[in-house]
């Protein structure tokens, strides 16, 4: 084994959690390294997220590295609800006194904090192997690895468990010091990514119909994102292009469908759907953060916006640690970010069971379904709900009482 690697914060997973909390934590003269067990490209190629809340725009600002936002980001004011072959539009920015919500990729996110990480010569260790987490529950915690067949050892202050769902730290925590919290969807996500003109350039479309769920979103004026409700025994391989494009037509209203300009796929996957949440997100000098402490189904397009505020949250804490030598940012960290988390997960959840069609939900179900949207677009009150979550609750909630 070489000698080992000395840092204050050790980074596990370089997606946009990893990568941003990196960003935020070297303006603040705060050394870490981040370790990643896949290649940049590898990274870059999983096509995710698309819509980012004001708070995540800001903190991209904060982080120095928001001109690609800012540039190539298209504002939105409102989203469109299609059921019943009749689309409504919900003026998101007026029910919100002004807020609205960004389309910019998670993958150029991603590529712009890696830009930036590198421009900055910043450690990011990629293809990493065999990652392992030792002693967070003590004053002096480790990372192993393996990096070219070299055995390797980090010496670090803490430890940011950024390494997402399948991830290797929330797998660390012993039995019985965390609980977890489950809800799985009967159905999936077939998305397809194209270069073609969005078909809405100026709202999110979230469909309903008898056929399922789908929605019309965009990365740029040039392309688009879409994704219709699939069964979760549902192969990528069964759906042809012509397949995904005549099935989205026939979940939208007539207009849009013979407005959609249709092209080839870019990219085509199936992505389940759950609701999962890790409590606490802290143990001993381990914080876990972004998808490797919560995952909501991405109905509410809150995922990448979640782990965005964790890296808010904790960052602003390491910084407390080391600015003003206070754990009182770290010792509330967890019971903080699970405040907004939760508050996601149910919107996240409701939206979800909205705007999807459930396998036992014929008959009464499918009837308060029905009335529940129709009371959505002709009830202001409760078109501000909806609104107010869309575009993102404030970092501190108790400035949604003011
Ligand atoms: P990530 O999973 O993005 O990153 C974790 C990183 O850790 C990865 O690069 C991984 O390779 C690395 N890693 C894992 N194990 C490791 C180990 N042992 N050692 C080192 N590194 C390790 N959100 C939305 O808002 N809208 C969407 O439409 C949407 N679609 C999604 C589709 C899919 C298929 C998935 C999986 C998620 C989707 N999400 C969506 C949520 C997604 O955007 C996440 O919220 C976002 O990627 C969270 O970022 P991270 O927390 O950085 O986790
Ligand atoms: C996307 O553009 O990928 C997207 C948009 C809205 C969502 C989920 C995903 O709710």
């Not at 609205?100 to 890696?114: F, K, N, S």
């Not at 590198?118 to 392992?132: D, H, K, M, Q, R």
């Not at 397809?192 to 979103?217: K, Q, T």
């Not at 890790?278 to 876990?288: S, T």
Request: charged content about 25%.
């Amino acid at each position: 084994m070489t000698s080992p690697i000395r840092t204050q914060v050790a980074i596990i997973g370089a997606g946009p959690s990893g990568l941003l909390l990196g960003q935020l934590l070297h303006k603040a003269g705060i050394d870490a390294v981040i370790v990643e067990r896949q290649s940049p490209d590898y990274v870059l190629s999983r096509i995710r997220a698309g819509i980012l809340e004001q708070v995540t725009v800001d903190l991209l600002h904060e982080a120095g590295v928001g001109q690609g936002v800012a540039a190539d980001g298209t504002v939105h004011h409102s989203i469109e609800l299609v059921f019943s072959g009749v689309r409504h539009a919900i003026d998101v920015h007026g029910l919100t006194g002004g807020k609205v919500v960004t389309a910019y990729g998670q993958t150029e996110v991603t590529r712009d904090l890696m830009a930036a990480r590198t421009a900055a010569g910043l450690p990011t260790v990629y293809e990493a192997s065999s990652v392992s987490i030792h002693d967070f529950d003590g004053q002096r915690p480790k990372v192993r690895f393996q990096k070219d067949g070299v055995e390797q050892e980090i010496e670090c202050d803490f430890i940011a468990g950024c390494d997402g769902f399948h991830g290797v730290c929330r797998a660390s925590v012993p039995e019985g010091s965390i609980k977890e919290y489950e809800k799985v969807y009967p159905f999936g996500w077939l998305g397809v990514l194209s270069d073609v003109p969005p078909v809405s350039p100026h709202a999110i479309v979230y469909g309903n119909s008898e056929r399922g769920f789908s929605l019309c979103s965009m990365r740029s004026m040039t392309r688009s994102r879409y994704y219709i409700q699939c069964s979760l025994e549902d192969k990528v391989d069964a759906w042809s292009d012509t397949r995904f494009w005549d099935e989205l037509r026939r979940r939208l209203d007539p207009e849009l469908a013979e407005r959609i300009v249709t092209g080839p796929s870019l990219e085509k996957s199936i992505a389940p759907l759950r609701s999962f949440v890790a409590e606490p997100m802290r143990h001993g000098r381990l914080f876990l953060c972004g998808d490797a402490a919560h995952i909501v189904p991405p109905t509410g397009a809150k995922g990448l916006n979640l782990a965005a505020t964790d890296v808010k949250y904790l960052s602003s804490a390491l910084i407390d640690y080391y600015k003003d030598h206070t754990e009182s940012g770290i010792d509330n960290y967890s019971t903080r970010a699970l405040s907004r988390i939760w508050r996601a997960e149910r919107f996240s959840w409701w939206l979800t069971s909205l705007m999807h069609r459930f396998p036992d939900s014929e008959g009464f179900g499918q009837k308060v379904q029905d009335a529940e949207l129709d009371y959505l677009v002709h009830s202001q009150a409760a078109s501000t709900t909806l609104a107010e979550n869309y575009v993102g609750l404030p970092l501190d909630f108790a400035e949604l009482r003011a």
